[in-house]
């Protein structure tokens, strides 16, 4: 990948910082395109990402069982914080280096599940509250090719659903989506 992972995220962390910011109180219980998560379901798990993926960039092991309840007062600030601090954690270019002794993948396809993450919550965050997310050509070219290496591995795993078929006149993000078990079309 030419484009470091770090800049990928500093591109990708503002839209869905500003995604988050546009989410109201009265949208945290609507449904979302993961069948599994409410708005505030997704949010926590969003935040949690945000924070673990901070502490996988220092090569330090997460618990990812913990489900905390981010959403006191002043969430979408401290979540912003959240998604600034995970930006500057991946900046240092030993943060690519060797294999996660948390995750035991390379540090770099880490990072990349950071940006998938990041990007494709936002997108089920939009979606669920009428909101419109913008995704850089740079970041879906990168998350494209994340999916080529590590998408069936993801679906095995449990972090994709089965990919839904792809229209003819998919955008780059509807084939993204269509790869991680979205439905571009799905509506709340």
């Known amino acids: 990948m030419s ?8 591109v990708a962390a503002p839209r869905t910082v500003a995604v988050v ?3 109201t109180d009265d949208q945290l219980d609507l449904p979302t395109p993961c069948p599994d998560y409410a708005v505030r379901d997704l949010l926590n798990h969003l935040y949690d990402v945000v924070v673990n993926f901070q502490e996988l960039a220092r090569k330090r092991e997460v618990d ?3 489900k905390n309840d981010h959403l006191t007062e002043g969430w979408r600030d401290r979540f912003a914080a959240e998604a600034t601090r995970l930006v500057e954690s991946w900046e240092d270019p030993a943060t690519m280096e060797g294999v996660s ?3 035991g993948l390379p540090q770099e396809t880490v990072g990349q599940m950071a940006l998938t993450d990041l990007t494709v919550h936002a997108w089920d965050l939009a979606r669920a509250t ?5 995704v850089e050509p740079e970041v879906l070219a990168a998350l494209h090719g994340f999916m080529d290496r590590m998408g069936d591995t993801g679906q095995q795993m449990g972090a994709f659903a089965e990919p839904v078929p792809t229209r003819a006149d998919a955008t780059d993000l509807d084939r993204l989506l ?3 078990g979205r439905n571009p ?3 709340p």
């Open 21 to 23: 910011r546009g989410i």
């Open 64 to 66: 990812w069982s913990a």
């Open 185 to 187: 079309t799905w509506r």
């Open 3 to 10: 484009t470091k992972t770090s800049e990928l995220l500093a």
């Open 130 to 134: 009428g909101q419109h997310l913008a």
């Open 101 to 103: 002794p948390g995750m």
């Open 178 to 180: 269509c790869r991680t």
